[in-house]
């Protein structure tokens, strides 16, 4: 957890997270690259035949310094090394770019969800880092004057695929000192019996040395709000999720259960690309 990149639309919500990644950052001697993108494709501005949009552009840079300069000067901010970027990407992808770019280990981002029809055509910005990330996501939804992380639910199917996830999860836990809860989601159409349940999470895990943990086969309608109620039962103070990243066609009609998990969660959760 060396460098952590919040990006930031100098919202609220970006704030908020801000400053869980200073809290992260003061704990691990991180550094903090606070990236703000500008929808401005300035590389297909071509000033010899848009001599407009040249200024339009330069006034956006300006502002976004200008913001800059008043979200450093911050008291909060003092004593922690950030690096600032403004980039002009023209999608979200541009996020996971930089951070391939500079080497990331971990997003920290501010979300208020989405939900109905906006979820649908648009979604969340965290729902749309979540899904082109192969880098861990921590999406933040709230305030957090103190950012602890005690009761840490991990949900899976616990299949195969998902190994390098529960070990990236485990590392996450450990550098807390949270004890896992890991999650089985029983569904109708998804059923295991809790020996059958109990013995794949066993066989799962079994190659790991962390011992921190509790089992939890759970029975609910969908997987989602299996996760979502667990959660609430047991005031879990992070969510942790594997995603596929599934786009496109594939996305629309089948969905993914991090992304709807990190647009419907009133707690921080955190995802891991498998």
């Known amino acids: 957890m060396k460098k952590i990149l919040v990006p930031t639309d100098f919202s609220e919500q970006a704030e908020n997270a801000l ?24 590389q297909e501005i071509d000033a010899m035949n848009t001599p407009s949009a040249l200024p339009e552009a330069m006034f956006f840079m300006k502002l976004a310094e200008q913001k800059f300069e008043a979200l450093l000067s911050k008291s909060y901010l003092k004593d922690v090394a950030i690096h ?16 391939h770019e500079y080497n990331i280990n971990l997003i920290v981002m501010g979300s208020h969800g989405a939900s109905g029809f906006k979820e649908m055509f648009i979604g969340s910005n965290a729902e749309k880092v979540v899904r082109t990330s192969d880098i861990p996501v921590l999406v933040i939804k709230r305030k957090h004057s103190d950012f602890k992380v005690d009761r840490f639910v991990f949900a899976s199917d616990f299949k195969k695929d998902n190994k390098d996830t529960y070990r990236q999860a485990t590392e996450f836990a450990k550098s807390f000192g949270a004890k896992m809860h890991l999650l089985m989601v029983n569904t109708a159409n998804d059923f295991l019996s809790t020996s059958e349940a109990k013995n794949r999470i066993d066989n799962f895990i079994k190659d790991y040395d962390f011992k921190d943990y509790t089992i939890h086969i759970y ?24 995603t596929h990243g599934r786009q496109g066609i594939s996305h629309f009609f089948s969905g993914s259960i991090g992304e709807d998990v990190v647009n419907h969660a009133d707690r921080p959760v955190i995802t891991f690309k498998i």
Do not use: R, W
Not at 219 to 242: H, P, R, T, W
């Open 19 to 42: 400053k869980v990644a200073v809290q992260l950052a003061k704990k691990h001697g991180s550094e903090i690259y606070l990236l703000h993108m500008l929808e401005i494709p300035l």
């Open 219 to 242: 029975n609910d309608e969908s997987v989602e709000s299996g996760i979502l109620n667990f959660s609430k039962e047991i005031n879990a103070d992070l969510i942790g999720i594997s």
């Open 84 to 99: 600032d970027i403004v980039k002009t990407y023209p999608s979200f992808s541009g996020i996971v770019d930089t951070c």
